[in-house]
């Protein structure tokens, strides 16, 4: 920048830098980002299981903005900017109604309350051609599934809250072993033309240690059948690095870094919530599966096995 601000005559007689010599810079910054990213999770992750232990109102709340401020980074990456705020409006009426369904739980009233906000999203869409259909359709389930899946499985009774919590540890544990075992070793991409950074060595290390956090997370709850929950949390481990994967794909195709920057040095809520996103859903499938929707929570978490 210096070169660029003087002319050459000036340059070819100054004797002293215009400025004072500054440390050189890391190659790549990656340590900063690590600083900062730890920075902001020491931050955040006491906010979160506070929020899980309370459970009940709380977590409702908490969930549901989140799901707001997921909403608004949706409609902001995939509308036109003079519509995103119509779109935003009208996909948070979705988001709090499945956060109201989650949490009282019924299951009809929300599939039609759903539906409704549904075509009317698409109507907007259709009205404003600020975005494609298929972007508005997939809006809806994409941010309220969440935030339905993680109230109701928070509202299982007991099991609730040690469901939330081993599905924050897994993806946790599965993102940062990921993130590390990815640097350290490095190797063959995972997804070169999708997510550029990511490689099999760190999917298959954030696989690993996710597998050991809930095998181990079974035996501090002494929960039965601990070998079922590690082979849940192998599962959930790769669900949660598929929805990174989805979530990486949407930022290509908007061609955006992140999502928002409102979380320093992780982007916005759906860059941290990225791998949740699919984890949750696909746990309260399994747990409804198998124990039944009003006991998804101990269905995903206790195996006979």
């Excluded at 499945?98 to 109507?123: K, R």
């Excluded at 079922?228 to 598929?242: E, R």
Aim: with cysteine; charged share 10%; proline share 6%.
């Amino acid at each position: 920048m210096a070169v660029w601000l003087y002319p050459p005559a000036v340059k070819a007689i100054s004797t002293k830098p215009t400025t004072s010599p500054q440390p050189a810079p890391s190659a790549d910054g990656k340590g900063s980002v690590v600083a900062v990213r730890i920075g902001s999770a020491a931050v955040l992750a006491p906010v979160a299981l506070a929020a899980v232990w309370y459970g009940g109102l709380p977590f409702a709340v908490f969930v549901t903005l989140a799901g707001f401020l997921m909403a608004w980074e949706w409609c902001r990456m995939v509308f036109a900017a003079e519509h995103s705020r119509s779109q935003t409006i009208l996909l948070s009426g979705a988001v709090l109604i499945a956060a109201m369904s989650g949490y009282v739980a019924p299951l009809p009233s929300y599939i039609l309350s759903l539906a409704a906000f549904w075509a009317a999203t698409v109507a907007l869409a259709w009205y404003h051609r600020g975005g494609g259909l298929g972007w508005a359709l997939a809006g809806v389930p994409y941010i309220c599934l969440p935030v339905f899946a993680l109230i109701a499985l928070r509202s299982d009774g007991h099991y609730g809250v040690l469901c939330v919590l081993w599905l924050l540890i897994v993806i946790w544990t599965t993102d940062s072993s990921a993130f590390f075992a990815g640097r350290s070793i490095g190797g063959a991409k995972l997804a070169p033309s999708i997510s550029p950074k990511k490689t099999w060595s760190g999917a298959i290390g954030g696989l690993i240690a996710a597998t050991i956090a809930g095998y181990a997370f079974a035996l501090l709850a002494q929960l039965p059948g601990p070998l079922g929950v590690a082979i849940m949390s192998a599962g959930i481990s790769v669900v949660g690095q598929i929805g990174d994967l989805i979530e990486s794909a949407l930022k290509r195709r908007f061609d955006v870094k992140d999502s928002s920057n409102l979380i320093p040095g992780h982007g916005g809520v759906l860059d941290r919530l990225d791998s949740l996103i699919t984890a949750s859903v696909a746990a309260l499938i399994i747990g409804a599966l198998h124990r039944g929707y009003a006991h998804a929570a101990q269905g995903t978490l206790i195996w006979s096995w």
